[in-house]
């Protein structure tokens, strides 16, 4: 990377956001101090403010305050001083990528579960998706927001699989219009609870954000929902377990937040340790029938296994798949005891 490169990654530090006071009111008395700002501070999960709390950004009645759990009493003031916005430019970081092609035009990825695709309010600014690709290559699209150089399109932060990036801003565009026309086709794997008594279907429900849970989104039939729509055939069975748990092997054609989780679970069959949409946070293999091998699911159930498009460039068609996972291939061998690359 050039030194004008790197001069130009380095953001102004900004400035901290004022503090924000409040005062517990009675019918708050009694609740958890975590609970009580994510109540208040609707710009920040829950899990993010109960980190902040931890590093003494809170303070309860002039006194700071670290612990989370904390039950605040009615008439309590509360300070809370959020930290600096992240940088709105994000550094290189050297972290390794799942290279599965390159070239001049476009690179494409595996994502692994837990990666952030790009840096978003109330996380971390280091880690995501873009701090790697900065790192690993001078050359990235700068066409859209300042913050996410070569993404095209994301996944949710828990879903592992393929991703195409731009690396030129011809690219971006091209790509960027083969998703706005729905010439890419994306293929997932999700592991779900129970059977379906069909092998295949189509679930067309349009989807809008929760009323009641800003991290949440919801089948909704009003004049905000947008039309989305998956379609789906049933890939496996487990022969053995315990609970009736099933492959879904789903075809979106829409590509809104959340869809095939929310689309799965509106039809009865939720992903396995899908912490907003499912009925767990973890679950063990070995515990759900005899002989089967150790194997700890703590994140949903979700793959991205192919990508279909256009090289954006010469216009060749290019198919791309994102083997399994290590904490996903154990469920998949044990429901088809065959390799996930043998299948058709």
């Not at 919801?218 to 049933?234: G, I």
């Not at 798949?321 to 996930?340: F, K, M, N, R, Y």
Request: charged letters at 25%; glycine letters at 4%; one cysteine or more.
């Amino acid at each position: 990377m050039t030194p004008d490169a790197e001069e130009a990654l380095s953001p102004e530090i900004p400035d901290s956001p004022p503090p924000r006071e409040s005062v517990v009111s009675p019918e708050a008395d009694g609740d958890r101090l975590d609970s009580w700002l994510a109540h208040h501070n609707k710009d920040y999960s829950r899990s993010s403010l109960r980190k902040l709390i931890e590093v003494g950004t809170v303070s309860i009645n002039g006194t700071v305050n670290k612990k989370a759990a904390r039950k605040l009493s009615s008439g309590d003031c509360i300070i809370f001083a959020p930290p600096p916005p992240p940088s709105l430019t994000p550094l290189p970081e050297n972290i390794p990528l799942d290279v599965l092609f390159q070239d001049e035009h476009i690179l494409i990825i595996s994502k692994p579960a837990g990666m952030i695709v790009h840096p978003s309010p109330g996380a971390p600014p280091e880690g995501t998706l873009v701090n790697a690709l900065l790192g690993h290559a001078d050359d990235i699209s700068t066409v859209g927001e300042s913050d996410r150089p070569g993404i095209v399109h994301r996944l949710d932060r828990e879903t592992s699989g393929v991703m195409v990036v731009a690396r030129t801003n011809n690219a971006h565009r091209e790509l960027s219009r083969q998703f706005h026309d729905r010439e890419v086709s994306k293929e997932y794997l999700a592991l779900c609870h129970d059977v379906p008594e069909k092998k295949s279907g189509e679930i067309d429900l349009p989807l809008a954000r929760s009323f009641t849970d800003t991290k949440k989104w919801t089948v909704r039939h009003d004049k905000d929902a947008r039309q989305s729509f998956t379609a789906w055939k049933l890939k496996a069975t487990f022969p053995d377990l315990k609970k009736p748990v099933c492959w879904f092997h789903c075809f979106p054609r829409t590509g809104r937040t959340h869809q095939i989780r929310i689309h799965l679970r509106a039809i009865g069959h939720p992903i396995l340790c899908d912490y907003l949409y499912g009925r767990e946070r973890k679950l063990e293999l070995s515990q759900l029938g005899k002989n089967q091998p150790h194997s700890l699911l703590e994140r949903h159930a979700l793959h991205a296994w192919k990508l279909h498009l256009k090289h954006p460039v010469n216009g060749k068609s290019m198919r791309f798949e994102a083997p399994l996972p290590s904490d996903l291939e154990p469920w998949w061998v044990a429901a088809t005891q065959e390799d996930i690359d043998q299948s058709p």
